[in-house]
């Protein structure tokens, strides 16, 4: 049995951290040049999925891939957030239309299943899923109070997340005043609804 390339091992750990998900620039960072991504392509070992997207085929499908595929697109600085990040905590019916993504990047985009929202997040405001990232429950809500839902809509998520107890009210009020105003005021009026 032939010793495995170091890169192989690599990519597929890198792989596994993105649903099976990475990047052009990912696999240059391995060491693949141009032809060895074609060969990988033509054996059928990888899926191009998008432009500068790639997957390892024989990765098993999940229902939430989408989320792991936006975030790995980003070459894996992407955190799912807004309104994405309220239907994967269980908080609200807001049904998206689009992945909500929140990124740091000069990166434009004109994909229309995505909404991209430029911020720069700190360790503090996400949580790992294992294969994408997200953001916190705190996050996700002070991030819609800032953003145009509805106040009776943000009232459903916050009860939500106060109901499920995934947020506790002292220390979502705690964050909130220490923002914006506005958001402030949203997210008090949404916490005494709930109580």
Known sequence: MSPTHPSIVDLR????????????EQAEALGFEA????ANI???DWTKVERNLFRL????HSDLEQFAMWCAWFGGDAVISHQSAAELH????????????????????TDT??????????PHDFESTGTFRM?????TILDLAAGGISQITLDEVV??????????PSALYEEAVNGPDRVAERVELALSACT
């Open 13 to 24: 750990r890198l792989a596994a951290s993105q649903d099976g998900y990475f990047t052009t």
């Open 35 to 38: 032809p060895a991504m074609v």
């Open 42 to 44: 033509a054996v059928g």
């Open 57 to 60: 085929t024989d990765w098993p």
């Open 90 to 109: 269980g908080f609200g019916h807001l049904h998206p239309q689009f992945v909500h993504v929140s990124a740091f990047t000069n990166l434009r985009l």
């Open 113 to 122: 299943r995505l909404a991209v929202h430029r911020l720069q997040l700190t």
């Open 135 to 139: 953001t916190t429950p705190v996050r």
């Open 159 to 168: 009860g939500d997340a106060v109901a499920i107890g995934r947020v506790d």
